[in-house]
DNA sequence: CTGGGTGCAGTTTTT
DNA sequence: CTGCACCCAG
């Protein structure tokens, strides 16, 4: 078929929906690079759909003879969901096209390669069995942090001068509290916050695609820091692990092998035809080692790389993302693949369909009224946003709340959520979004309006939360582990480890008693469980330590709550962290080796403190684990497929809302300055040893990042509203200068009437 | 009602 | 270090 017939069986006649020449443009996209600039709003999703679909059914078309085997076909976008949501729509035309032509089920689907591009390397490396990937276990955030904490060189030695020169190297790495300034010239960051810090540059030097051996001729601390990479790429060799970032340079090390150059340019035969055409969804968040993973796979002629994004709403710099990668697109082509810019295919979506015309000029006004943002190379040069849905009548669509206090702000938006649901302008509350920079409930944060939604009878949804450590569930689990292992709280009260033991502490014993007084089955077993250690001093436990949480999970009132979904989800998620907790090799002291058979999970009693768990286990559990874990501030559980379920408020992240759209919008955190971080620090540094050197980028002054990337923040959530956006600031956000509320002082006071 | 000084409380975002 | 509440001066 031709994409002309694909179309008219994709949008018949008198359909609603069909594509606008300019999105039609990209799905004829001949070849060759391509770069599509998609501003908010403008049906890019659709236009990928469309696309893959094109790839796969079309033949005997001018821009198509052949139809592209759906292996062939490699497609990536940021998020899980957001590739869950691309296969939906594309099997949802698959089927309709299948009801006109029913030979056309003949393509297999199921073979595109499509996901995030971690989803998709992992896969690959285990698909192909890649040598640098046989047996590997891949370690998420957590195990990673006590992989780096138990095996580098510079965390376990107890060498102050050294990790002190060293960390005065990269002081902005650590927040005044988390590193004292007062102390830094006597004393080291805490092991922990230490670890923090080690495993953020190291992640942060594969993202950004440093230059190992660059740092290494720097000599000084960064060399010291070249020589902690190698240590811990050989750790992560020799214990046959892998992180997160390690995964996509070693995707791209397979990329170069035999094996892999099979893989990209086939063999020749049906069964494996290679990758012909690559689709990458939210480039603008690429890092460069990505950027450099694409090129690979498109580097076969004639290159069909297809990039689409939008460089106004890059946020992931904190996670290497560059948003340079966006803006130079064309002078990546010629990098890697020697192409004139004048061959790559340039398009732009501006029409947007998602918000009314005020919203659209609002948000194109606010970005363009920052002098930053006008200034050359900072955005990619695109027509503005034009507002293209049609609404029936006219209003004003932006206004602001002006609170007096933090609470009566909470309280006056609350109101507004309720009337709206109460004269019927909303359908559901679910219509009502609030986005925020964090969502914890805390008093700076989401905490005072999640409160007033309370109150006035309005169901809150908030899975990110991090209040997945105040759940009942896992306190009395956490607590109950406690009262075994140290059963009198000897080791947490004791003043020389009492400072490090996490604060929370008492709250998982306080559950914990308050589940015992009220279930004998656990505190039978919990006595049981003490007088077992009890008698017999310094000998090996039955059970190790998931066992341990097993067997509580057994008891009343735990294994009833086995029944709760939520609550069984809780559990599974605890049994994850308690698995890799235990999966951890223990290493000898003396040698530095791994003691065979020997693991975190294993528990003997104490000869010294009779009735308790051995002292360095204690320390471990106490310092690693459950520091961890409090500090990470676990997110609760989310829905998977559902934005929001009805009749609930989403409360949202402004990065959790990208890719979504909500009638109302209601956003707060107005008074935000700029801040200058550790990413913008790390990118300054590491940019000055590129891997490759036809790849780095002349950044601007940190400051200057910072603000640009709080813009685009912004910019972002004030994007998502269809029908009306709310500011919520208190007086003095609207009155001083604050970025969110615009580049001089009143900008957004001016334009919106308080409500 | 605006602006500045002081003192206290809390320190993201994610594959 | 930052944002916010609070207080006081103009």
Not at 472 to 497: C, H, Q, T
């Amino acid at each position: 078929m031709t994409i002309n017939q694909l179309l008219a069986l994709l949008y018949p006649p008198g359909s609603a929906k069909s594509l606008t020449p300019d999105q039609e443009q990209i799905v004829r996209h001949p070849g060759g690079p391509g770069w599509v600039m998609a501003g908010p709003g403008s049906g890019k999703t659709e236009v990928l759909t469309v696309t893959v679909l094109r790839l796969l059914y079309v033949d005997g078309d001018p821009v198509q003879a052949d139809r592209v085997p759906p292996e062939s076909i490699f497609v990536t976008t940021f998020t899980e969901k957001a590739a869950r949501n691309l296969e939906d729509r594309i099997l949802n035309y698959r089927a309709s096209l299948l009801l006109a032509d029913p030979t056309l089920a003949s393509v297999d689907v199921s073979k595109l390669r499509i996901g995030t591009l971690h989803g998709l390397a992992n896969d690959l490396l285990q698909e192909f069995r890649a040598p640098n990937y046989q047996n590997v276990r891949l370690m998420d955030e957590f195990e990673q942090a006590l992989f780096v904490r138990e095996h580098m060189s510079l965390i376990k030695q107890k060498n102050p001068p050294v990790e002190i020169a060293f960390w005065q190297a990269f002081d902005w790495m650590f927040t005044p509290l988390k590193w004292p300034p007062a102390t830094r010239s006597t004393k080291p960051p805490s092991r922990w916050n230490s670890t923090q810090a080690l495993v953020s540059l190291l992640n942060r030097m594969v993202e950004n695609r440093v230059s190992v051996a660059g740092l290494r001729a720097h000599g000084g601390q960064l060399q010291k820091l070249a020589e902690l990479f190698d240590e811990y790429v050989l750790h992560l060799r020799n214990n046959y692990r892998c992180d997160f970032s390690q995964l996509q340079s070693r995707f791209l090390e397979f990329l170069s092998t035999p094996l892999g150059q099979s893989f990209r340019d086939g063999d020749g035969t049906a069964a494996n035809p290679g990758i012909r055409w690559v689709l990458v969804d939210e480039y603008q968040d690429t890092n460069p080692m990505q950027e450099e993973i694409y090129f690979q796979l498109a580097s076969r002629s004639p290159h069909n790389l297809l990039v689409v994004g939008d460089d106004d709403q890059a946020m992931y710099r904190f996670r290497g993302g560059s948003v340079e990668c966006m803006v130079t697109f064309d002078q990546a082509c010629q990098a890697f693949l020697g192409m004139p810019p004048a061959a790559v295919t340039r398009y732009s979506l501006v029409d947007n369909f998602r918000s009314h015309a005020g919203i659209v000029s609002f948000f194109n006004d606010y970005m363009a009224a920052f002098p930053l943002m006008g200034t050359a190379g900072a955005r990619s040069p695109k027509p503005a946003i034009v507002a293209r849905k049609v609404l029936p009548n006219s209003y004003p669509a932006i206004g602001r709340i002006e609170g007096a206090s933090k609470e009566d702000l909470a309280l006056q938006f609350a109101q507004t959520v309720a009337d709206l649901v109460s004269s019927g302008k909303v359908n559901d509350p679910s219509e009502c979004c609030l986005l925020l920079k964090s969502t914890k409930e805390s008093p700076n944060n989401a905490g005072p309006y999640v409160a007033a939604l309370r109150d006035l009878g309005l169901d809150v949804y908030n899975p990110r939360n991090k209040t997945f450590m105040d759940q009942d569930e896992v306190k009395g689990l956490l607590g109950a582990i406690l009262a075994i292992v140290d059963p009198n709280r000897r080791y947490a009260l004791d003043p020389a480890n009492g400072g490090s033991v996490p604060r929370a502490e008492p709250k998982f014993r306080d559950a914990c008693d308050a589940l015992m007084a009220a279930h004998s089955d656990l505190r039978d077993y919990i006595q049981d469980a003490r007088a077992a250690i009890l008698a017999k001093p310094g000998a090996p436990f039955d059970a190790n330590l998931q066992e341990l949480a097993f067997h509580i999970m057994s008891r009343e009132p735990f294994s009833s709550w086995q029944a709760d979904p939520e609550r069984r989800a809780r559990f599974a998620r605890l049994t994850n962290l308690l698995e890799a907790y235990s999966s951890t090799p223990v290493l000898d002291p003396a040698t530095g080796l791994a003691r065979p058979g020997v693991t975190r999970g294993f528990l003997r009693g104490s000869a010294h403190f009779p009735g308790e768990v051995f002292g360095a286990w204690l320390g471990s559990f106490y310092h690693l684990f459950l520091t961890y874990v409090v500090d990470a501030g676990m997110n609760d559980d989310e829905e998977d497929d559902v934005i929001c379920p009805a009749g609930r408020v989403p409360v949202m992240t402004m990065h959790q809302s990208k890719g979504l759209e909500f009638p109302f919008v209601f956003v707060g955190h107005m008074g935000e300055g700029v801040k200058v971080g550790p990413s913008h620090h790390l990118e300054t540094l590491f940019s000055a040893y590129p891997s490759n050197p036809a790849r780095s980028f002349a950044h601007r002054p940190d400051g200057e990042r910072a603000e640009m990337d709080m813009i685009r923040q912004y910019y972002v959530a004030y994007s998502r509203a269809e029908y009306a956006l709310i500011f919520l600031g208190l007086k003095s956000h609207f009155t001083k200068h604050a970025v969110p509320c615009g580049p001089t002082k009143g900008w957004l006071r001016h334009r919106t009437q308080p409500l």
